[in-house]
């Protein structure tokens, strides 16, 4: 018994293919033992030294008697060997099946030792998973401070009460501390603004509010989020005045020449006035007026504690940080304004520096008020080198009508909008002179040339700016835009203009019709702006940005059969991370401090401070102490802090930011293979929180029989129509800020997904992807750039169909993007990816960063017609061309730069791994 327990014990230290092999050379040897012995014994009978001979011999003296018996015998002993030979033939055989079976039984072993190392990943890869749950089931039982929960919005439920009016010599010290009545504006309560009906509320005396300004406002109000119907819950009140007309004159001796016919009395008698006019804005948007000289509108009239948003202030009647200079409404009620400017590029146009106005001077002021800046600038031109032309023109066509110009001043415009707009259109500054009369600091004219100005491209110079303000200053930074001079600098103008270099002139120029697209373009523009002026002062955020609602295909319900999916070629044994549960990335945790923090960048960078979102791509990272004091939520340092190479590495995401995961976004059309297989593939992919599958074809997602197990939610959304610009939808379903957009076709590895993921943490403002492309100067045409697909040591966009984008950037395709790019993407079916290499390059003015050194995806087996591929790039090369046109430059940048891992072909000691096995 214990010599049989020492044998089992014995072989099972063995190894199973040791056994094989020691079987396997057991089987070989005995019977080629046997049979070399056999054959000696049947060689035998000839040799001499064998004793069998001998006996034989001996046996001769007898022979004759015993022959028979001899016979016998040597027939016996043939028979014997015959039989012997037979039986070593069986042997042969035998060893022969064995072999088989002993090749069959160690490629048995070679599968149950992969297996084996699978079970280990797999467990390995359990382990980290549960380890990251353990992690955050303790995160959530030390979580001291719950989450805020979203709080009740508090809005009034009255109209404001009748107060006493105010003097109306203290209406001049207005500001938002005394005259603003904060309770009813509390910070959740989205800011509701009501909007008196202009048809029933006239605020003119015996005139209309101008008709066309008056349905504009009324419509673009409307579609404005902020505005409510019940004046009983809103915050603030607008009363749309028009435009400072009709005109009556009241004095010839006066600066006060002409006045604005205020009915005050329709003023104090709005039902929501409130006895002194708390929380209302008067809007005078300068139009029609602009022919004929600035006009104020309020001037020597009591509107009380009521706000005023218009173009034509002077000092002492704008009060700072309380009343809002507005551009006049010049451009059409909204829409896609781009065909209205001019390029950016060249730098430098025809005239260094252009103006056209005419002046009369003020009555009572010095008829030569203007006179020596203009001998001045004269001069300039005279003596300016022949290369730096000026077109300065200081008188008009004298028909043009001076009525209220003569009364401040102003620099009334000449000519027609299409020949100003010629004008500036070739110039690379426009001078623009502020009037003379110093008691104002913003006039409707002064802002019609700013806007004019932005819109053809020209850089403004403001001659006496330093007594100027600009459009919603408070919150537009327009030194980016504007060249503000005081006056006294007229005689360094041509230096300080010259002393531009290009990229600035360039930069100037971007930023200025940034500016002028966004907040001053159209009436909607400027009437949004308004509003999100006056709300950013009560810092109060923003309504949050609507997400496109996608209706999953299959309900929680119904899911068609699943199917396991075929064992998938080997996957790396290699553990790159842990299996979670779903875990959104935290939204709206914000919503008070973007304003406070980024406000700037909201409204000068991002271009979006209309609207909230619930995260962004500059959300600032915790500094990184503060990680392991305090603030450790939701990190997953490497090692827990200590660092380390492979092992720390695959068990935790590291990094500065807290654990994350990401979406993937498969746009698939009628490819319902494709799509099969692209999703099986994803099956133990780390970090995945979620597929969803934009169905595009006109079949239904129904008519796949069966769906692949994918290893995460799949929701498949079906858009209302069959678009590329659906890939970019920023759909409710996306709970991560990382969305992975991938074409079904894309074959990418897992380690390649997770490597990609890790970079686009550190670059969550950027493209993050894999094939790179690039813009090349057409040499024949020298007319724009052309789409290239080839290799190339430079790139400048990274496709889409294998690319992470920040959940941001979907919004933004929609919002920023101008429509008539996405109408381009769907009347050519191509593109999607080039425009929105374009918007993350504007908004960032970066390049996209290519990872790994994967240059293309599409699967090899795919047939493309060369003729189709050639179309294909004609039309990206047209994309390239157009969607420059549209944004007046091109904003792709390019890049020589692609990341790897960290060690990737570093040499490493044998007992450490490296960050990824292949990449
Ligand atoms: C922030 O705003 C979002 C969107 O309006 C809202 O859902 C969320 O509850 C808000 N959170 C807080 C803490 O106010
Ligand atoms: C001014 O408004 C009041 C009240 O709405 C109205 O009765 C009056 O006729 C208006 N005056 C003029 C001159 O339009
Ligand atoms: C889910 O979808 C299936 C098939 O489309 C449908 O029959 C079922 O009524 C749906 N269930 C719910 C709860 O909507
Ligand atoms: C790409 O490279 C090939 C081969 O060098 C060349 O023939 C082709 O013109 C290139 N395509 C473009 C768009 O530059």
């Known amino acids: 018994m214990y010599f049989y327990e020492r044998f089992c014990l014995w072989l099972g230290h063995l190894k199973l293919s040791r056994v094989i092999f020691m079987v396997s050379v057991l089987l070989f040897i005995v019977p080629l033992f046997t049979h070399y012995s056999l054959s000696k014994y049947a060689e035998s009978g000839t040799k001499t030294d064998n004793p069998m001979r001998y006996s034989l011999e001996a046996l001769g003296d007898i022979s004759t008697k015993n022959a028979a018996d001899l016979k016998m015998r040597i027939e016996e002993m043939l028979r014997i060997r015959a039989s012997i030979s037979t039986e070593l033939r069986e042997l042969e055989a035998k060893r022969g099946r064995l072999q088989v079976e002993a090749a069959a039984?160690?490629?048995?072993?070679?599968?149950?030792?992969?297996?084996?190392?699978?079970?280990?990943?797999?467990?390995?890869?359990?382990?980290?998973?549960?380890?990251?749950?353990?992690?955050?089931?303790?995160e959530a039982i030390r979580r001291d401070s719950p989450q805020l929960a979203p709080p009740l919005q508090i809005l009034p439920s009255r109209p404001p009460p009748v107060l006493p009016a105010i003097a109306p010599t203290s209406e001049v010290h207005c500001r938002m501390?005394?005259?603003?009545?904060?309770?009813?504006?509390?910070?959740?309560?989205?800011?509701?603004?009501?909007?008196?009906?202009?048809?029933?509320?006239?605020?003119?005396?015996?005139?209309?509010?101008?008709?066309?300004?008056?349905?504009?406002?009324?419509?673009?109000?409307?579609?404005?989020?902020?505005?409510?119907?019940?004046?009983?819950?809103?915050?603030?009140?607008?009363?749309?005045?028009?435009?400072?007309?009709?005109?009556?004159?009241?004095?010839?001796?006066?600066?006060?020449?002409?006045?604005?016919?205020?009915?005050?009395?329709?003023?104090?008698?709005?039902?929501?006035?409130?006895?002194?006019?708390?929380?209302?804005?008067?809007?005078?948007?300068?139009?029609?007026?602009?022919?004929?000289?600035?006009?104020?509108?309020?001037?020597?009239?009591s509107i009380g504690r009521a706000m005023v948003a218009q173009s034509t202030f002077t000092h002492d009647q704008?009060?700072?940080?309380?009343?809002?200079?507005?551009?006049?409404?010049?451009?059409?009620?909204?829409?896609?304004?781009?065909?209205?400017?001019?390029?950016?590029?060249p730098a430098r146009r025809?005239?260094?520096?252009?103006?056209?106005?005419?002046?009369?001077?003020?009555?009572?002021?010095?008829?030569?008020?203007?006179?020596?800046?203009?001998?001045?600038?004269?001069?300039?031109?005279?003596?300016?080198?022949?290369?730096?032309?000026?077109?300065?023109?200081?008188?008009?066509?004298?028909?043009?009508?001076?009525?209220?110009?003569?009364?401040?001043?102003?620099?009334?415009?000449?000519?027609?909008?299409?020949?100003?707009?010629?004008?500036?259109?070739?110039?690379?500054?426009?001078?623009?002179?502020?009037?003379?009369?110093?008691?104002?600091?913003?006039?409707?004219?002064?802002?019609?040339?700013?806007?004019?100005?932005?819109?053809?491209?020209?850089?403004?110079?403001?001659?006496?700016?330093?007594?100027?303000?600009?459009?919603?200053?408070?919150?537009?930074?327009?030194?980016?835009?504007?060249?503000?001079?005081?006056r006294a600098r007229v005689v360094e103008l041509h230096f300080l203009l010259r002393a531009l270099g290009d990229a600035d002139l360039l930069a100037l120029r971007r930023q200025g019709r940034v500016l002028w697209e966004r907040y001053l373009s159209s009436v909607q523009a400027s009437v949004d702006s308004l509003l999100a002026t006056l709300r950013t002062r009560l810092l109060i955020p923003a309504r949050p940005a609507p997400p496109t609602v996608g209706v999953p295909a299959f309900n929680e319900s119904y899911f068609p059969p699943r199917l396991e999916p075929p064992a998938v070629e080997a996957e790396p044994e290699e553990t790159l991370g842990p299996l979670e549960a779903p875990y959104p990335s935290p939204a709206y945790r914000r919503n008070y401090s973007v304003a406070l923090l980024h406000g700037y960048e909201s409204w000068n960078d991002w271009l979006d401070p209309f609207a909230l979102y619930p995260q962004l791509p500059w959300d600032p990272p915790v500094t990184s102490e503060a990680r392991f004091m305090g603030s450790d939520a939701g990190f997953r340092p490497l090692g827990a802090g200590a660092g380390g190479t492979g092992k720390e590495f695959s068990k935790a995401l590291g990094g500065d930011r807290p654990r994350e995961q990401f979406t993937i976004v498969i746009l698939t059309y009628e490819r319902e293979a494709m799509l099969a297989a692209a999703l099986s593939r994803l099956r133990g992919l780390p970090y995945l929180n979620k597929v969803i599958v934009v169905w595009n074809g006109p079949s239904s997602p129904s008519a796949m029989a069966t769906w692949p197990e994918s290893g995460a939610p799949v929701a498949v959304v079906r858009p209302s129509r069959n678009s590329l610009n659906n890939r970019f939808l920023p759909y409710n379903l996306i709970e991560t800020e990382a969305v992975l957009c991938v074409d079904d076709d894309a074959n990418l590895r897992h380690d390649e997904i997770v490597f990609a993921f890790r970079v686009w943490r550190e670059h969550r403002d950027r493209i993050v992807g894999f094939p790179g492309r690039y813009h090349a100067w057409d040499l024949n045409f020298n007319n724009g750039f052309l789409y290239n697909?080839?290799?190339?040591?430079?790139?400048?966009?990274?496709?889409?169909?294998?690319?992470?984008?920040?959940?941001?950037?979907?919004?933004?395709?929609?919002?920023?993007?101008?429509?008539?790019?996405?109408?381009?993407?769907?009347?050519?079916?191509?593109?999607?990816?080039?425009?929105?290499?374009?918007?993350v390059s504007h908004i960032t003015r970066k390049p996209p960063v290519k990872v790994t050194s994967r240059w293309t995806f599409r699967c090899p087996g795919c047939p493309v017609k060369l003729s189709q591929d050639e179309t294909h790039l004609l039309e990206r090369n047209k994309c390239i061309q157009f969607f420059s046109q549209v944004m007046g430059y091109t904003p792709l940048l390019s890049t020589q730069y692609r990341a790897d891992s960290v060690l990737f072909k570093t040499r490493i000691s044998h007992d450490k791994q490296k960050c990824f096995k292949f990449i």
Request: glycine share 6%; hydrophobic share 40%.
């Open 789 to 839: 697909a080839n290799y190339s040591c430079e790139l400048s966009m990274v496709l889409t169909g294998a690319a992470f984008i920040h959940r941001y950037y979907m919004w933004a395709y929609w919002r920023t993007l101008p429509a008539a790019i996405r109408d381009h993407v769907d009347e050519y079916l191509n593109c999607e990816d080039i425009a929105m290499n374009f918007l």
């Open 318 to 345: 704008f009060r700072p940080g309380f009343d809002i200079i507005t551009p006049p409404a010049l451009g059409p009620p909204g829409g896609d304004v781009w065909a209205d400017c001019a390029p950016i590029a």
């Open 350 to 486: 025809k005239y260094l520096l252009s103006f056209q106005g005419s002046q009369t001077p003020p009555i009572g002021f010095d008829k030569d008020v203007d006179s020596s800046l203009i001998e001045i600038l004269q001069k300039m031109v005279k003596s300016a080198p022949a290369t730096d032309l000026f077109l300065l023109q200081f008188e008009c066509d004298p028909t043009v009508e001076k009525r209220a110009v003569q009364a401040i001043g102003d620099w009334a415009l000449c000519g027609t909008d299409r020949s100003r707009r010629a004008v500036l259109r070739d110039s690379t500054f426009a001078l623009i002179l502020a009037p003379a009369d110093r008691t104002y600091t913003s006039t409707a004219l002064l802002q019609a040339r700013l806007y004019e100005a932005l819109r053809s491209g020209a850089i403004p110079v403001l001659l006496g700016g330093d007594r100027i303000r600009l459009p919603y200053e408070e919150v537009l930074d327009w030194r980016r835009a504007v060249l503000s001079l005081p």
């Open 105 to 138: 039984a160690s490629t048995k072993a070679e599968s149950a030792k992969a297996m084996h190392l699978r079970a280990a990943a797999e467990l390995q890869l359990l382990r980290v998973s549960a380890d990251q749950a353990r992690l955050e089931q303790l």
């Open 177 to 301: 501390f005394s005259c603003f009545d904060h309770s009813r504006c509390s910070l959740t309560s989205g800011f509701s603004v009501y909007l008196y009906d202009p048809d029933v509320f006239v605020p003119l005396a015996g005139a209309e509010v101008d008709g066309f300004l008056k349905t504009t406002l009324r419509q673009t109000l409307g579609y404005n989020t902020h505005i409510t119907r019940n004046p009983n819950e809103a915050c603030v009140y607008l009363v749309i005045v028009g435009e400072s007309f009709p005109f009556e004159k009241t004095s010839t001796s006066t600066i006060d020449t002409y006045k604005l016919l205020l009915n005050e009395t329709a003023i104090k008698n709005l039902p929501f006035w409130g006895g002194d006019g708390r929380n209302h804005i008067l809007i005078n948007m300068a139009r029609r007026e602009l022919s004929v000289g600035s006009g104020d509108a309020f001037r020597g009239t």
